[in-house]
Nanobody, 121 residues
């Protein structure tokens, strides 16, 4: 009923930039918090950047000052501008959203399929 589709990953060299997009679609009544998470090989999934409908934004310390999350509520889309990428940013990046579906009363969490970001010289 709900899909989150990420795009924009790829292979870049250290110091370069990438922009990720995540679009939510389906029987959506309301979208609450949205965010980006990442999981590197052998590590747990971690929060990268989150945003609320009111515009409150939080970043992990490791990306603060280099990454920027933005949201287009009219398009049910969030973006992650990643600048000055470093090899330690290499991971699968996942989009997450808390969504209330049409006809539903509960708010549930949904994940995208993930997009690979590789930073290597």
């Amino acid at each position: 009923q709900v899909q989150l589709v990420e795009s924009g990953g790829g292979l870049v060299q250290p110091g370069e930039s990438l922009r990720l997009s995540c679009a939510a679609s389906g029987s959506i009544r309301s979208i609450y918090n949205m965010g980006w998470y990442r999981q590197a090989p052998g590590k747990l999934r971690e929060s990268v950047a989150t945003t609320t409908p009111a515009g409150t934004i939080n970043y992990s310390d490791s990306v603060k000052g280099r990454f920027t999350i933005s949201r287009n509520s009219a398009k049910n889309t969030i973006y992650l501008q990643m600048d000055t990428l470093q090899p330690e940013d290499t991971a699968i990046y996942y989009c997450y959203a808390r969504i209330q579906i049409v006809g539903g009363t509960m708010v549930s969490g949904y994940w995208g399929q993930g997009t690979q970001v590789t930073v290597s010289s």
